[in-house]
């Protein structure tokens, strides 16, 4: 009994060390690319450079029947061993929002001091797309807003 619980144990550890080693920008290279989501008519799309340098730059615009209603400057920088997501958007100034957890399909940023949104989460979807999700609190409680982009031709 005694082996097989260092056995666990030892497994247990390694799970815990691949899960707080240090983060590769390298590893975001799936978000890279031009992203599109058309609801009506309103389009939002959005693109991301291949990682290179120690970042990745990416933009977005949402046009309203063919207006731009809304645009954002995006980054992801590597910082040592840390990712940060950096917004600015309408050009405002910059908001940080440090990685909280990465995966080979999916990333999340968190920022508790910012009011919304405070996590930002990128999902690289089975059938190919993408799902960007922002929550944080509410008035009335928690809220959330995702957005389903396809690859853009």
């Given amino acids: 009994m005694r082996k097989v619980w260092r056995r666990f144990c030892?497994?247990?550890l390694l799970v815990v060390t691949v899960?707080?080693?240090?983060?590769?920008?390298?590893?975001?290279?799936w978000l890279a690319g031009s992203w599109i989501l058309t609801k009506g008519d309103r389009t939002?799309?959005?693109?991301w450079m291949r990682p290179s340098?120690?970042?990745?730059?990416g933009m977005s615009r949402t046009l309203d029947s063919g207006?731009?209603?809304?645009?954002e400057f995006v980054r992801i920088e590597q910082r040592g061993d840390d990712l940060f997501y950096i917004a600015q958007p309408q050009?405002?100034?910059?908001t940080e929002f440090k990685l909280l957890k990465s995966s080979q399909s999916e990333v999340v940023f968190q920022n508790l001091q910012h009011d919304f949104p405070q996590q930002i989460t990128y999902t690289?979807?089975?059938?190919?797309g993408l799902t960007a999700r922002i929550?944080?609190?509410?008035?009335?409680?928690?809220?959330?807003?995702?957005?389903?982009y396809k690859r853009s031709k």
């Fill in 19 to 29: 899960s707080v080693s240090a983060a590769d920008l390298s590893e975001l290279e």
């Fill in 67 to 71: 207006k731009v209603n809304g645009f």
């Fill in 135 to 148: 929550q944080g609190p509410g008035k009335n409680g928690p809220k959330s807003f995702s957005y389903e």
């Fill in 91 to 94: 050009g405002r100034p910059p």
């Fill in 10 to 12: 030892s497994a247990a």
């Fill in 53 to 57: 340098g120690g970042m990745m730059i």
């Fill in 44 to 47: 939002t799309e959005e693109q």
């Fill in 124 to 128: 690289h979807n089975k059938d190919g």
